[in-house]
């Protein structure tokens, strides 16, 4: 048993990463269950869905499991704060082609993260994971009362440190190549594009707390590899993504199964902030547009069109969010992830 699965209760320290939109119960009580620590995304839900959400989890599997949320970076715009027509106006073609009228501006983008935590504290998973920022010493006093770990997550050494100083329990390095968003707090995200293999030793050296590698792990060799570098456990996202038990469609599903290593890349036109996915139509329009609203307006924009083209299935509208090591995963199923994986831990 190593700390991390001390911390967590866990016998296997492999790590379900969270997808902010497409966790499912399925496959975070997947993982959970086969031993590992399944984690689910919170990311824009009310509280009423996270109560919602976590009893489900609870009712899915007796074995300990995380939740996640975005942190404010302080950057984050309200519709009252920018003049969203014009971004409207150039993405009109995507929202034709989704079959979907051109919406108008929500009162809010996202929930008051303040109701967030209080929602999840008061639901009481194992742990809760965070991106995007620092958990206050409020958050982390009222985590640990309620026996609640918590987990920071760093793109630099520096980021580390900050998290360490915060309190957190455990330390998610997550290299470039991870899919999703660069969830980086101290330094623009384009700054901190430090590899798996660069951060994660350099992470260890700087914290004391155990740290968890992710980004481009997705077979025995990258978790071997990860615990080489002195990590004492792994997070997995795209890997876990492409299996039947995930919330990804059929679309996003079979570009993973069919990227290369240079299939993937970084853009800001999905959401307003950087992250690493799959290029399709929509990233292509946008990025030619070059009308991409702050953080996170352009994320509700997109969303209107993205969930119609979820309902119909049309992968050319989403945001396929992928790491570059989508084209080592193999699976279909969460079970022959895990087991691959649990293949590389030492002995
Ligand atoms: C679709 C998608 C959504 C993600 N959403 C979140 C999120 O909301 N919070 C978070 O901490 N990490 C998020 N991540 C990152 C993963 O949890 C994980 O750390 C990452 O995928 C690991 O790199 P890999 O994709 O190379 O395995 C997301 C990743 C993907 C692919």
Redesign the pocket.
């Known amino acids: 048993m190593n700390r991390l699965q001390r911390l967590l209760g866990i016998d296997v320290p492999i790590v379900l990463?969270?997808?902010?939109g497409?966790s499912s119960i399925a496959l975070t009580a997947a993982v959970s269950e086969g031993g590992g620590f399944g984690s689910f995304?919170l990311?824009g839900y009310t509280p009423a869905r996270i109560h919602e959400t976590i009893a489900l989890l609870r009712a899915a599997t007796r074995r300990p499991f995380a939740v996640?949320l975005?942190m404010p970076r302080g950057d984050e715009i309200t519709p009252d704060d920018v003049e969203l027509q014009p971004f409207l106006d150039a993405a009109r073609p995507l929202f034709d082609a989704a079959g979907v009228a051109v919406p108008t501006p929500p009162e809010a983008f996202l929930p008051p993260v303040g109701a967030q935590i209080d929602a999840v504290l008061d639901a009481r998973p194992d742990a809760l994971?965070v991106?995007f920022g620092v958990p206050d010493a409020e958050l982390r006093e009222r985590a640990h009362d309620r026996g609640i770990a918590l987990i920071g997550?760093a793109t630099s050494v520096a980021e580390a440190r900050a998290l360490e100083a915060s309190g957190v329990d455990a330390i998610?390095a997550?290299g470039a190549?991870?899919?999703?968003?660069r969830?980086s707090f101290l330094e623009d995200p384009a700054a901190s594009l430090v590899g798996t293999f660069a951060l994660v030793p350099q992470v260890v050296d700087a914290v004391s707390v155990p740290v968890i590698a992710?980004?481009?792990?997705?077979d025995r060799r990258g978790v071997a590899a990860a615990f080489a570098l002195g990590a004492e456990g792994v997070?997995?996202?795209?890997?876990f993504?492409r299996t039947r038990q995930s919330a990804a469609t059929d679309g996003h599903r079979a570009a993973i199964a069919a990227a290369a290593d240079t299939d993937t890349r970084l853009t800001r036109v999905m959401s307003g902030r950087l992250a690493r996915g799959i290029p399709n139509r929509a990233m292509r329009e946008l990025e030619t547009s070059g009308m991409i609203a702050p953080f996170p307006g352009q994320n509700w924009l997109t969303g209107v069109f993205r969930a119609a083209a979820t309902a119909a299935g049309d992968a050319e509208l989403l945001s396929l969010?992928?790491?570059q090591?989508a084209g080592l995963s193999r699976f279909d199923d969460a079970g022959d992830v895990l087991a691959e994986l649990r293949a590389g831990l030492p002995l």
Do not use: R
């Open positions: 990463g969270p997808f902010g497409l995304g990311y996640n975005w994971s991106v997550t998610v997550t190549e991870a899919g999703g968003h969830v992710a980004g481009g792990i997705a997070q997995v996202g795209t890997a993504l969010w992928a790491g090591a």
